[in-house]
């Protein structure tokens, strides 16, 4: 990360604190009114690359702060324990890409009484690099800003085929470490663990045709032993995806979508957004900040 990346990432912290302080202050309103779901991937005091350098991690310690932060302020759901848990308010704890920190952290959470849902890539669990930290490790390498829209097949395809055992070696080292079918498997056996999909590996979906899109749908797959204990929740690999994308998985039986970043319904099927809980959120202040952003949006998303 350059100077000028870190200096706007401490910029837009301070902000977020600065803005939670304020909505703190005036009481919060509106935060108890909708599902807030939060979303996160590494837990880990030593986070690889990929994870590091795209603040998709939380330390150990500041994960169990973090925890107290959303059990103090609000109710936590249990999707396995009531149906309609989507319509209801209070907060859902989610986990994306498979990292073997959040096996780990699912496990604390477990001991804790305290549910959690994984979005899972699993090609990536079953072996094949993750897409999205490839291309980022390709876009360091040529020293560019990362360009996520090429986390797509056959560009995978073609840059694998590129790249020498030495630097296959060095990406894996920079991605992940993922959990593999064994550790599935112990994350299935977990009681208040709940899983769903987030494409068999961490494409980005806008720039998946129409069939990339139902082929890498794990309703659509046959080959993991896993599918029948996965749920029909689709979560958009970096947060963002068209409407015309999300109509085309919901009908491929998908019956709720975590994705952009305001409440809202594509017919009956209701849209969640979620907040990022990197290691940025350490205070009470900065994670109303993340709150109070994601209300402002949603508010002004729905009056355009």
């Known amino acids: 990360m350059n100077s000028r990346q870190m200096l706007r990432r ?20 509106g935060y108890r009114s909708k599902i807030v779901a939060f979303v996160f991937h590494e837990v880990s005091d030593a986070p690889r690359g990929h994870a590091r350098l795209t603040n998709t991690y ?78 980022h490790f390709r876009d360091i390498q040529l020293a560019r800003e990362t360009k996520w829209t090429d986390s797509q097949p ?49 494409w980005y979906g806008n720039s998946l045709t129409d069939e990339e899109i139902k082929e890498n749908l794990y309703l659509n797959a046959t080959k993991f032993h896993e599918i029948d204990k996965m749920r029909p929740y689709f979560a958009s690999p970096h947060g963002q995806m068209d409407d015309e994308k999300i109509r085309l998985i919901i009908e491929q039986g998908y019956e709720v979508i975590f994705s952009g970043s305001s409440w809202r319904k594509i017919g009956n099927i209701p849209i969640v957004p979620r907040i990022d809980m990197n290691n940025s959120i350490r205070s009470k202040a900065s994670l109303f900040g993340a709150i109070a952003i994601l209300i402002l949006r949603s508010k002004l998303k729905a009056k355009n």
């Open 58 to 135: 939380s330390t150990n310690n500041n994960f169990m702060k973090q925890i107290a932060l959303l059990t103090g302020n609000f109710k936590i759901i249990d999707p396995l324990e009531d149906p309609q848990w989507v319509n209801k308010s209070g907060c859902l704890i989610t986990f994306d890409d498979g990292y073997k920190g959040a096996l780990k952290a699912a496990k604390t959470l477990e001991d804790l009484g305290i549910a959690s849902t994984h979005l899972l890539n699993l090609e990536t669990i079953y072996g094949q690099f993750n897409s999205s930290a490839l291309i």
């Open 10 to 29: 401490k910029t837009l912290n301070f902000a977020k604190w600065i803005i939670g302080c304020a909505y703190l202050l005036i009481g919060a309103p």
């Open 154 to 202: 056959k560009l995978m395809k073609e840059l694998l085929s590129k790249l020498s055992n030495t630097e296959l070696m060095s990406l894996a080292d920079f991605s992940g470490p993922y959990i593999n079918q064994e550790e599935l498997i112990e994350l299935i056996s977990l009681t208040r663990v709940s899983l769903g999909d987030h494409f068999l590996n961490h």
